[in-house]
């Protein structure tokens, strides 16, 4: 079965802390993951895909098939980096049909 | 100028009654989808339409029926609502249906009493 997992509703860290929101998934074939995140009072956004091995707004997330993972992290959380995550494995069947996880909640406090 | 639009934003109904939740988007996509996110906040697709055909259709009770009357709108509409129905369902477009970002909307809260 395709699932993904979200182990932490709350991840709870001061600022200039290191962040991991860990996410693990299930899935038979090749996977492709994506964090998606939503600010306060903020749509739902695309906030990076493994394929494009980016950092954006200093996040990046590594693919690790032998741990099926797909963990996000951070070196130094910043208070405007708080809000809801959620990990999505895109699911075999040739459309976008994504997975997601029940999502992390990020606060970052000063 | 809001990309993917919803309404109502908000929604209180009694168990029985019918509604609708209306999509738009102005980003010339060709396929639309929507989510459920239940009160643990799992998000779930219910279905997906690319140029007015339907392509995902989950395992969704047939009291839920979409309606894409051109690529721009796909409109929800829900029978005899039940408690269970209570959640927030999102909107969500994408360019082509392929492997892209999806653009979300900002979400419908309906409340069945």
Redesign the interface.
Known sequence: AQRVTQPEKLLSVFKGAPVELKCNYSYSGSPELFWYVQYSRQRLQLLLRHISRESIKGFTADLNKGETSFHLKKPFAQEEDSAMYYCALRASGGYNKLIFGAGTRLAVHP | DTA?SQTPKYLVTQMGNDKSIKCEQNLGHD?M?W?KQDS??????MF?Y?NKEL??NETVPNRFSPKSPDKAHLNLHINSLELGDSAVY?CAS?PT??????????GTQLSVL
Not at chain 2, 97 to 106: I, M, P, R
Request: charged share 20%.
């Open positions: 993917v396929t989808y989510y643990k906040k799992f998000l779930k697709i997906s690319n392509i995902i999102f994408s249906g392929g492997n892209e970002k999806l653009f979300f909307g900002s």
